[in-house]
């Protein structure tokens, strides 16, 4: 006699869920402890032309991702320099960009890298990369955080 | 006689039809593994649709990575290890939840009516 | 002006149909028919206002002006009424009500349409309090529009969307029979027969929508695919295999009065699928290609609206626990065969239900984000879809009521598809069309043997007979188009050949490139041959460039051959180089052909009835 108040039922549960979960939709930034991968370390930067120093970077350092034609990576530029300008070190990564492009949008924008490495796509394969631009914070070796999209004050406050 | 010659007939006709299609059967074994890949830039499309640079690396990467002698299936793995289980559409098989469904439902509803189901024993 | 009128109407809807439900009315009209007629033609009226609003581009409605473009033509800007999700609730509330006006000509139960009423009311408080299509915009007028998405200037689009709220809606119907049915206990033959003819109106109106949504995305998103499991498809087809179910369990009730439960229940379920469908896309909840721009309000309220339609299912259920049971039926009769097919319909519309809103229970539970897609539905669904396939080549002939007897002709039946099926698999090597093959076999060769037999009965058992045999032409057109099908990345360079061969006996000839201006778009256009030994195929993909956005659509040209379509788009144009992306599809044509003649088959057997 009860079976058929069991779908109603079910049913009000399944849209009770929908309800929590609508209103409480809480951005999933969840990463577990993952380490930088290695092939970041097996390119050479472009314009030393040697493998980036390990030992210079020290234990805290920024990877950021970026290309030319990437129009949110230059609105990010200005803070990537500040960071700089404290002595923040940064690895730039191009990603999948024409060589002359790259160079004139360096040379516009100014240098806010360490260490500037091209990439055809498979450092940012390896990193797991969403789109340009994104931001990685690296510290001991481990990705604290990782910033998808333009930087924003805040991103960056705690680090100034 | 007149049936089973007529049978035979439609079904030859259907037959020699199929035959001016061209069947390209196993051509494809890779496109057809990009459209189990979900583009994360995306609105759920597969990255073998999608025209965004996220789409576009990824299928230069995993064709580098087959003609380097890696697997599909290890491409797979790897591939979840480092997007995480959204990136493939074929959920893995821990979500036993949802492969078992369709047998869950049946016996469900085959449990609802059971009383029915007694009357055919009877018989 | 228009924004002034649609709210009026709004309200004034409103205000009537209290009027009516507090029994006020009375004191007006002494004839329910006639308020509820009042009722009914002033709440479908905002739609209308709100079209003539973007016929005449009144860019003082903000909905109107980031709908369309002054310079759209005027069909595109007429349909831009209902491409906007205030404007497609509108036309929900449109529906609704012209769905009473004709359910009053047959039907005129004071109850049901009170029901009818409040539903309708229910969704103009939700467009009133949080998407309002006749909010007003203070910019200065002098303005042309934002324009309609290009992606949706389509022929199609103006149809699409409006057949398919035709079907969801048309479901209210069923529900608000059921309802009285259970509430009254009424269980009159007479009442299930109205069920009967509005759940198969709603059921021509949702397969021909989904055909036309399905060929939309085939002739437009230029993939070759034709089905995506999106979210948005899924939820029409929930309501879909419902109403399915719905219709073969009602001829049950009919004929032989069991299941009754079964079908009512069934009346009621496809209603709440189909608004929670709507809930399910609109909110946002669930990420897919068709999802609206969310406001919180909206997903509050639809959720609202679903709830009520499942309290009072659960109210139904408690009131009619004395009916259950009552069904004897032999074993091998056609009404053990209509059992299992209502089993494995609601099995395969939960599964994609499932599947649909897993991802969302992922999160919760494990915290990860899950994706399901094609891999698992072609496995779930199909696995449940097989045994209704095989069934349905024999139930049609299986007598109501009795046991049916044994029969030589099923043991050979099936012989002979064994093997057909195992000369099909070694011809063409492809397990999963040979599997299609053998589950629709006994089907053709069945439909075959009876036609010769019935071929001059009535329109109902042709009807009838011509559906089950396009769901047959469908599932193998539809399993050797995806096991066969092929798809090309083909770069021209400037200075190099042409011609590029594609496979033995095929290549691509490059014949020219143009450039050409349109009224609200600019068109370049790659003129292409795709040349097999004696014969030439003519394609012509085309990039848009479309006014005032800027926004860019790769327009998908096709070209038919026999039973299959060449398909190309351009995917990358530069000043030394084209690439084109060519895809072959076998069997398309068939598909699209069984669709069609599916659709044609439930209009038949709606007209046979009057």
Same mark, same amino acid.
């Given at each position: 006699?009860?079976?058929?108040? @069991? ?64 129009? $949110? ?38 240098? $806010? ?23 990685? @914070? ?23 | ?123 | ?6 709210? %009026? ?45 973007? =016929?005449?581009?009144?860019? &003082?409605?903000?909905?109107? %002006? ?26 929900? !509330? ?21 029901? /009818? ?23 200065? &007028? ?29 479901? /209210?119907?069923?529900? +608000? ?57 899924? /939820? ?28 009512? #229940? ?6 709440? =699928? ?28 639809? !959720? ?28 091998? *009769? ?73 029969? #030589? ?9 064994? +093997? ?10 492809? !397990? ?44 193998? =057109? ?12 083909? &770069? ?49 993909? *085309? ?10 659509? #790769?327009? +998908? ?42 659709? %044609? ?10």
């Amino acid at each position: 006699m009860k079976k058929n108040l @069991f779908i109603p039922f079910i049913g009000l549960f399944i849209l009770a869920i929908c309800a929590f979960y609508y209103f409480n939709q809480a951005p999933s930034q969840k990463l577990e402890a993952k380490q930088v991968p290695p092939v970041l370390f097996e390119a050479k930067d472009f314009y030393k032309n040697e493998l980036i120093d390990t030992q210079n970077l020290g234990d805290f350092y920024i990877i950021n991702f970026f290309a030319s034609w990437c129009k $949110p990576c230059l609105a990010e530029h200005p803070l990537l320099m500040e960071l700089q300008s404290k002595g923040i070190k940064i690895i730039g990564v191009n990603f999948r960009d024409d060589e002359d492009n790259f160079i004139d949008w360096i040379e516009e924008n100014g240098n $806010p890298f360490e260490y500037i490495i091209r990439d055809d796509g498979s450092i940012a394969y390896e990193m797991g990369l969403i789109g340009v631009p994104e931001t990685y @914070f690296i510290n001991n070796k481990i990705i604290q955080k990782k910033i998808q999209g333009p930087l924003f004050y805040e991103d960056i406050e705690t680090y100034l | 006689m007149k049936i089973l010659k007529l049978t035979s007939n439609f079904l030859l006709v259907i037959f020699l039809l199929s035959l001016f299609s061209i069947g390209y059967s196993n051509e494809n074994k890779l496109n057809d593994y990009f459209k189990t890949i979900r583009c994360l830039v995306c609105e759920g499309q597969s990255i073998n649709e999608s025209d965004t640079e996220f789409a576009i690396n990824l299928r230069e990467q995993i064709k580098i990575k087959t003609n380097s002698g890696m697997s599909i299936k290890e491409i797979n793995q790897e591939l979840i290890e480092i997007y995480g289980e959204q990136i493939s559409f074929n959920p893995s098989k821990n979500h036993f939840l949802l492969w078992l469904m369709p047998l869950i439902l049946v016996l469900v509803i085959l449990m609802f009516i059971r009383n029915k189901l007694k009357f055919f024993y009877k018989k | 002006m228009i924004s002034n009128l649609g709210n %009026f109407f709004l309200f004034f809807s409103l205000f009537s149909i209290t009027l009516f439900y507090t029994g006020w009315s009375k004191k007006i009209f002494t004839s329910d028919k006639v308020f509820l007629n009042l009722i009914y033609v002033t709440s479908a009226s905002p739609f209308l206002v709100l079209v003539i609003g973007f =016929a005449i581009s009144d860019y &003082t409605v903000l909905n109107i %002006f980031q709908n369309s473009y002054i310079d759209d033509p005027i069909f595109y800007k007429v349909t831009s009424a209902w491409g906007s999700h205030e404007g497609s609730i509108l036309l929900w !509330i449109f529906l609704i009500n012209m769905y009473g006006i004709f359910f009053l000509k047959t039907n005129n139960n004071k109850e049901i349409h009170k029901q /009818i009423i409040f539903i309708s009311s229910l969704f103009i408080l939700y467009l009133l309090i949080s998407s309002n299509p006749f909010q007003k915009i203070e910019l200065d &007028t002098t303005l042309e529009g934002l324009g309609l998405n290009p992606i949706l200037q389509h022929l199609l689009f103006i149809i699409h969307p409006p057949t398919l709220f035709l079907g969801y809606i048309g479901l /209210i119907i069923p529900f +608000v029979l059921a309802s009285h049915i259970l509430i009254s206990k009424n269980f009159s033959k007479d009442l299930f027969n109205q069920m009967l003819l509005w759940s198969k109106l709603s059921w021509f109106f949702l397969t021909f929508g989904i055909v036309l949504g399905s060929y939309w995305a085939y002739s437009e998103l230029g993939w070759g695919g034709w089905w995506f499991w999106d979210p948005v498809e899924n /939820i029409s087809l929930i309501p879909w295999l419902l109403n399915t179910a719905l219709i073969h369990s009602l001829q049950v009730s009919i004929k032989s009065n069991q299941l009754k439960l079964w079908s009512l #229940n069934l009346a009621l379920y496809s209603f709440i =699928a189909a608004v929670f469908g709507t809930f399910l896309v609109r909110s946002n909840l669930i990420v897919s290609v068709h999802s609206f721009a969310s406001d919180p309000l909206r997903g509050l309220f639809l !959720i609202m609206i679903i709830a009520y339609l499942f309290i009072v299912t659960l109210r139904l259920n408690i009131k009619s626990v004395n009916y259950f049971n009552q069904d004897t039926f032999k074993i091998m *009769s056609k009404e053990t065969f209509l059992l299992l097919n209502n089993i494995f319909f609601i099995a395969a519309a939960l599964t994609v239900l499932v599947g649909t809103i897993y991802p969302l229970f992922s999160e919760i539970i494990y915290n990860s984000s899950v994706s399901i897609g094609a891999p698992y539905y072609n496995f779930a669904f199909n696995l449940l879809m097989a045994p209704i396939i095989l069934l349905m080549a024999f139930a049609p002939q299986i007598k109501w009521g009795e046991h049916k007897k044994k029969n #030589n002709q099923t043991f050979y039946i099936i012989a002979i598809s064994i +093997v057909i099926t195992a000369i099909v698999y070694y011809l063409l090597g492809n !397990i999963f069309f040979a599997l299609s093959v053998f589950i629709t076999m006994p089907l053709f060769i069945k439909s075959f043997l009876v036609f010769f037999k019935k071929i001059s009965k009535d329109r109902g058992f042709f009807a009838q007979w011509l559906a089950h045999l396009s769901i047959g032409l469908f599932i193998v =057109a539809a399993v050797y188009t995806e096991q066969f099908d092929y798809e090309k990345n083909i &770069t021209f360079e400037k200075g190099d050949s042409n011609e590029i061969v594609l496979n033995e006996g095929a290549s691509l000839l490059l014949e020219n490139i143009k450039d050409s201006d349109l009224s609200n778009h600019q068109k370049i256009s790659v003129d292409l041959i795709v040349v097999e030994k004696n014969l030439k195929y003519s394609l012509s993909p *085309s990039k848009n460039i479309y006014q005032p956005s800027g926004q860019v659509t #790769n327009e +998908v040209s096709t070209v038919n051959r026999y039973f299959d379509q060449y398909y190309a788009t351009i995917s990358m144009i530069e000043s030394d180089k084209v690439s084109i992306n060519l895809v072959y599809k076998p069997f398309i044509n068939l598909l699209w052909i069984s669709s069609i003649l599916l659709v %044609f088959s439930i209009f038949l057997s709606i007209i046979k009835r009057k």
